[in-house]
C-alpha cells in the first residue's frame, strides 16, 4: 500500500512534538495542561455514560 502524503506530514508533526518532550507523555501531558489553565477556560470533566441494558 502506498504511504499517503498527509499521514507522512501527520507522523512527522507527531514526531516534532513528542521530541519537544524528550518522548515523554507525562511531560506532554503537565505541558497541554498547563497551557490550557493559562487560557482560564472552564474544563468540564463528565461521567462515563452507562451502557444500556
Not at 25 to 47: F, I, P, T
Request: no cysteine; proline share 2%; aromatic share 4%.
Amino acid at each position: 500500500m502506498k504511504e499517503d502524503e498527509v499521514i507522512r506530514e501527520v507522523h512527522r508533526i507527531k514526531d516534532t512534538i513528542a521530541a519537544e518532550y524528550n518522548y515523554d507523555v507525562h511531560k506532554l501531558v503537565a505541558a497541554l495542561k498547563e497551557k490550557q489553565n493559562k487560557r482560564g477556560r472552564k474544563v468540564v470533566s463528565r461521567k462515563p455514560k452507562r451502557a444500556a441494558g
